[in-house]
Antibody
Framework: QVQLQESGPGLVKPSQTLSLTCTVS??????????WSWIRQSAGKALEWIGR???????NYSPSLKSRVTISADTSKNQFSLKLTSVTASDTAVYYC???????????????WGQGTLVTVSS | QSVLTQPPSVSAAPGQKVTISCSGS????????VCWYQQLPGTAPKLLIY???RRPSGIPDRFSGSKSGTSATLDITGLQTGDEADYYC??????????FGGGTKLTVL
């Protein structure tokens, strides 16, 4: 059974960098045909896709966050990470990591999801 | 505001059927698969329907999905109190960026 677990600081100061890690068990982040994604959910409940990283390290980011986001992977630890720079209060959200299936170059679905971690941006 | 439009809320009595709609455009739903996710209170979203109408293992056949043109629907029959949750549709745009609907809160009266 594949499981994902987010970890990282729950409080980040404005203008600083948000850093989160997702630890994967039950599957290898190097395995095809999966990508590994970050998704967030604000208190207003909308889900927002942040970006993804492939098994060979290729990344794609949401156009609205691209200038501030970096997703990377550490295959030795079976983890992938999110960095979001210059955060503001609007970045306060529950951050989820999730596995994404891509077949024939088309994404199919996110499954499973981690339990999520709340990150609050406040001084 | 989400690119995919869902009704904010729907409600029905136990045992009845409810339909949740998801409206998009030719550049997203019209050209990509649609998924549906169920988010029970205080939990992470869970895959309910993928590739428009397919159910993952373990999802009851009370849940069904369909897609026509630039819209998709999720039907839930035989409603149970345990179905009370937020439901989100999801798809991709032409750049294969993921998109989600604003979510629909289901109340089982």
């Amino acid at each position: 059974q594949v499981q994902l677990q987010e970890s990282g600081p729950g409080l980040v100061k404005p203008s600083q960098t948000l850093s989160l890690t997702c630890t994967v068990s039950g599957d290898s982040i190097s395995s095809d045909p999966y990508y590994w994604s970050w998704i967030r959910q604000s208190a207003g409940k909308a889900l927002e896709w942040i970006g993804r990283i492939s098994s060979d390290g290729r990344t794609n980011y949401s156009p609205s966050l691209k200038s501030r986001v970096t997703i990377s992977a550490d295959t030795s630890k079976n983890q992938f990470s999110l960095k979001l720079t210059s955060v503001t209060a609007s970045d306060t959200a529950v951050y989820y990591c999730a596995r994404l299936l891509i077949l024939s170059a088309y994404p199919r679905f996110f499954d499973p999801w981690g339990q999520g971690t709340l990150v609050t941006v406040s001084s | 505001q989400s690119v995919l439009t869902q009704p904010p809320s729907v409600s029905a009595a136990p045992g009845q059927k409810v339909t949740i709609s998801c409206s998009g455009s030719s550049s997203n739903i019209g050209s990509n698969y649609v998924c549906w996710y169920q988010q029970l209170p205080g939990t992470a979203p869970k895959l309910l329907i993928y590739e428009n109408n397919r159910r993952p293992s373990g999802i009851p056949d009370r849940f069904s999905g369909s897609k026509s043109g630039t819209s998709a629907t999720l039907d839930i029959t035989g409603l149970q109190t345990g179905d009370e949750a937020d439901y989100y549709c999801g798809t991709w745009d032409t750049r294969l960026s993921a998109l989600f609907g604003g979510g629909t809160k289901l109340t089982v009266l």
